[in-house]
């Protein structure tokens, strides 16, 4: 229950940033339907994406049909293909594989149906918009936080699933915010992996091997997640080093941030995703509606065009700052730390 109030406040603050949102709605009282198509309920933070869909939708009175594609680009496109049968007004999707994800693009656009890409690009697709949290910034404060926290060393380096538009962006603002690190070789990038599908169990398998390869010579790692920082914290606690290696991380998932607490992770970024999924479903309804949508930013170029982009901030989460920001916020229960 708790939960559930958090999300819906979180929703009114968005529909309040937004122009009164609700109130547009009922007063206007046209039906709109609308679909999402999440890749993924595996991670905690696509778990919260849903809820903040769902809360928004019950909040303004608004059909929903949200559906979810297991990483599987071909069922997604099969969970799309099902929307558009069965009648959707605007798409907000996070694609499995940004590649594939444009053929989607195109089915809609041929059923007049404006698209959404949400929190990943979709590449060489004319993308109506994108809503997604600021990525080159949240690799950056992992990179920054380890350039402040650790003064030289050994460094595993792990990437994202490699189909996922938001790798390159995080990876680049890591390897930025410790350029001069590593330039003066104070810092030694010994080990670089992708996590397929941001599996945990990948990220506890490529630090295995860092650690075989490298007699356990290791003094940080940049895990591109909060799951695959748990597969990470894994493999150095069977070699006792879980608490002695700096390990980042991002999502602000629950289970990071008891790891924070227990100091083996070092730290996690937040991005708010009751806000980012509030503002994808509010820019829904303005497309459905042929209406304007303010707030955009710097357009992002997919390939294909500059696509109109509304972008969310990021923030560092350490233990002197996790309790402001995720539990008096209502983010995260108190219960689901302790």
Request: proline share 3%; with cysteine; net charge negative.
């Amino acid at each position: 229950m708790k939960k559930k109030l958090a999300m819906l406040l979180a929703a009114a603050m968005v529909f309040g940033m937004l122009g009164g949102l609700v109130t547009a709605i009922a007063a206007e009282g046209a039906p709109i339907k609308i679909g999402v198509s999440l890749p993924t309920q595996r991670e905690e933070r696509w778990v919260k994406d849903k809820e903040g869909f769902q809360a928004v939708a019950d909040a303004a009175g608004i059909e929903i049909d949200i559906q979810v594609a297991d990483n599987d680009q071909r069922l997604q496109q099969s969970q799309v293909e099902n929307m558009l049968t069965n009648g959707i007004d605007v798409l907000i999707i996070g694609a499995c594989d940004e590649e594939g994800a444009a053929n989607i693009v195109e089915l809609c656009h041929a059923e007049g149906v404006p698209v959404i890409a949400y929190d990943r690009e979709i590449a060489n697709a004319d993308v109506d918009l994108l809503v997604t949290f600021d990525q080159y910034t949240i690799g950056y404060l992992m990179g920054a936080y380890m350039a402040e926290n650790l003064e030289s060393g050994n460094l595993v380096v792990l990437r994202g699933c490699p189909t996922d538009s938001t790798c390159p962006y995080l990876y680049g603002g890591a390897m930025d915010a410790m350029k001069e690190k590593l330039d003066s070789c104070a810092f030694t990038v010994v080990f670089e992996q992708d996590c397929i599908d941001w599996e945990p169990n990948n990220a506890l398998k490529h630090m295995e091997n860092a650690l075989t390869a490298n007699d356990n010579d290791i003094q940080g790692v940049i895990a591109p997640n909060d799951g695959t920082a748990g597969g990470v914290i894994q493999a150095l606690a069977a070699q006792g080093l879980a608490g002695k290696v700096i390990v980042t991380g991002q999502d602000s998932e629950a289970d990071a941030i008891k790891r924070i607490i227990e100091g083996t992770q070092s730290m996690t970024v937040f991005g708010d995703t009751g806000d980012m999924s509030g503002g994808a479903f509010a820019a829904a309804v303005k497309l459905a509606r042929g209406e304007a949508i303010e707030g955009l930013g710097t357009p992002m170029n997919n390939g294909f065009k500059d696509v109109p982009t509304l972008e969310f901030p990021a923030k560092p989460v350490t233990l002197e700052n996790y309790y402001a920001l995720l539990i008096e916020s209502g983010y995260i229960d108190a219960s689901e730390i302790e």
